[in-house]
């Protein structure tokens, strides 16, 4: 599944971001940072490249150097029900998948040609009897996709569908100018239509 054309020169700037990441989660020696580099595998994906299938299980914890990624499943109505865009300094998993080993109810599709650094489950147990202190980094991952999870759904539960799309584009501008409306329709549980009324609606109160 993982692309064969030529890894970029981004990669190596990835591997500069991705320590900058775990420095802000706590503090490593050089020793204990190249430790983790050394178990990080690049990996290169062309935009429409499924990561993940439904039925499979999980095998990565990605971090993303460059790119956008979904997560999605598909509902009774054979709709897709997008559940995370994610572009650069974030991860990207099916978290349960990984940790139980057990299929997957996601797809995981690129939405741009994107390079990411992965850890299997193999390679971050290794890193975890090795520098116990990642277990730190990972819990405050899990942490900060779990509370973008939780107020997407208080956003779904209290807001109209003009407040979630106005609170999206305040809280996710890149991710707005990158992906096609559709996709923040489906994201946001309306139809393009009806988002279409919407961003017609919001662009006549401004001018």
């Not at 775990?22 to 935009?47: D, Q, T, W, Y």
């Not at 993303?64 to 029900?81: K, L, T």
């Not at 990642?134 to 405050?140: I, T």
Request: glycine share 4%; charged share 30%.
């Amino acid at each position: 599944m993982g692309g064969k054309f030529p890894i970029s020169g981004s990669i190596m700037v990835g591997f500069t971001a991705i320590d900058e990441y775990v420095n802000r989660c706590g503090r490593f020696s050089s020793e204990e940072i190249a430790i983790f580099n050394s178990l990080l595998k690049p990996r290169s994906v062309r935009k429409k490249q499924l990561l993940l299938r439904e039925g499979e299980v999980c095998d990565f914890e990605a971090y993303i150097v460059s790119g956008c990624i979904r997560s999605y499943y598909i509902d009774e109505n054979g709709s897709e029900v997008i559940l995370q865009f994610a572009i650069e300094d974030w991860w990207v998993s099916d978290i349960g998948s990984f940790h139980e080993r057990k299929p997957s109810l996601l797809y995981i599709e690129a939405m741009e040609d994107s390079e990411l650094l992965t850890l299997n489950p193999a390679r971050k147990e290794e890193l975890l009897k090795r520098v116990p202190q990642f277990e730190r980094v990972f819990r405050l991952m899990i942490q900060r996709h779990l509370s973008a999870l939780e107020h997407r759904l208080i956003r779904t539960l209290a807001q109209t569908a003009e407040e979630r799309y106005v609170e999206f584009i305040k809280q996710y501008p890149k991710i707005a100018l990158r992906i096609p409306q559709h996709y923040i329709a489906a994201y946001l549980g309306m139809t393009p239509e009806f988002l279409s009324k919407i961003r017609r609606r919001l662009a006549t109160q401004k001018s």
